[in-house]
């Protein structure tokens, strides 16, 4: 057998989507939070809703973008089909290249080293050997995001289609559960964010190989 290809620890496709989702989470995170501002109440009909303790709380301005609510929907929405479609081209070559092996979680495999380095985190036993691209948690993160990505899509759609896509809408618990839904993934994004971005000042290498792509390395 020949040996596996030398790889760089952050191929082209995979930096350009990356790259892609900033302005991209931006822009929604803005826009939607212009949205939730046209009717900032989470409850059916304006009723409380229990999971919800922001009831009429309104975002300051300074976030928010659209100024208005069809403008906010017009960004919302159309910079909506571009993250659908990166997410969907980074999937696809996740998928094609083999490269999933080494970045989502697979939970015979990272379990233990998910658990570990947590632990370590926490301050509460030495760091485990790294062995591959990432460990354990960090699959699971990544993972995680991926799933909260498409999961806020198809939230995302109820909401824009909730008529014509009522099998959707009904896998959601209706309009305003799926409402809660996309504004909790918001939320779930932006505390991943907030932690990649603290994860990335720590170990500042990843930043270089993310826009450097960075030394080749074996396909493991």
């Known amino acids: 057998m020949h040996p596996p290809e030398p790889r760089r620890p952050q191929p082209w496709p995979i ?32 009723r409380p809703f229990a999971l919800y303790p922001f009831q009429d709380a309104v975002p300051p301005s300074w976030l928010r973008l659209g100024d208005w609510l069809a403008g906010a929907r017009s960004w919302h929405f159309a910079f909506g089909w571009f993250l659908a479609l990166n997410g969907l081209v980074y999937v696809l070559y996740l998928a094609l290249s083999g490269e999933w092996r080494r970045r989502l979680f697979l939970p015979r495999r990272d379990t233990r080293d998910a658990v570990a380095t947590l632990a370590y985190y926490l301050r509460l036993r030495p760091a485990p050997a790294q062995t591959g691209l990432y460990n354990g948690l960090q699959r699971l993160a990544y993972t995680a995001a991926l799933f909260m990505g498409a999961l806020s899509v198809l939230s995302g759609l109820v909401l824009y289609k909730p008529v014509q896509l009522q099998w959707l809408t009904a896998l959601f618990g209706g309009y ?45």
């Not at 932690?195 to 170990?203: K, T, W």
Request: proline letters at 6%; aromatic letters at 6%; charged letters at 15%.
């Open 15 to 46: 930096r350009l989507a990356h790259w892609a989702n900033v302005p991209l989470l931006a822009i929604l995170a803005a826009s939607g939070l212009q949205i939730l501002v046209a009717y900032p109440r989470m409850g059916p009909r304006g």
């Open 176 to 220: 305003d559960p799926a409402r809660f839904v996309h504004l909790l993934l918001l939320a779930l994004l932006a505390l991943f964010t907030v932690g990649h971005v603290v994860l990335v000042a720590l170990h500042p290498r990843t930043f270089g190989e993310m826009l450097t792509g960075g030394r080749k390395t074996d396909a493991r």
